[in-house]
């Protein structure tokens, strides 16, 4: 079982900048699919990125594309999502999982505990 810490929230005015991470411990995240979700209030989670296993592919919701970058630093056994341009809409407690599949299946694995985004006007 893999446990997954984020950190890096908080709050922002628009058009800055974030960094989340996602520390991961129990196994090596080089041979897992990452991915960062985000859940807005009255709204359902939402997958915002993930990066492949294999090759380091990246995928990226249309909302984010261009704005947001997904790396994973496997020394550090940590994955981050660095946001930049950041808008209101984009406020949400966001959260890294496992999948056991590839970043278009929906087979999450270990979820972490979320870290706040808040993007004022």
């Known amino acids: 079982q893999v446990q997954l810490v984020e950190s890096g929230g908080g709050w922002v005015q628009a058009g800055g900048s974030l960094r989340l991470s996602c520390a991961a411990s129990?196994?090596?995240?080089?041979?897992?699919?990452m991915g960062w979700f985000r859940e807005a209030p009255g709204k359902e989670r939402e997958g915002v990125s993930c990066?492949?296993?294999?090759?380091?592919?990246?995928y990226y919701a249309d909302s984010v594309k261009g704005r947001f970058t997904i790396s994973r630093d496997n020394a550090k056994n940590t994955v981050y999502l660095q946001m930049n341009s950041l808008k209101p809409a984009d406020t949400a407690v966001y959260y890294c999982?496992?999948?056991?599949?590839?970043?278009?299946?929906?087979?999450?694995?270990?979820w972490g505990q979320g870290t706040q985004v808040t993007v004022s006007e």
């Open positions: 999982a496992t999948n056991r599949g590839s970043c278009f299946s929906r087979d999450f694995g270990s």
């Open positions: 129990g196994r090596p995240i080089s041979s897992i699919v």
């Open positions: 990066i492949s296993s294999s090759d380091g592919s990246t």
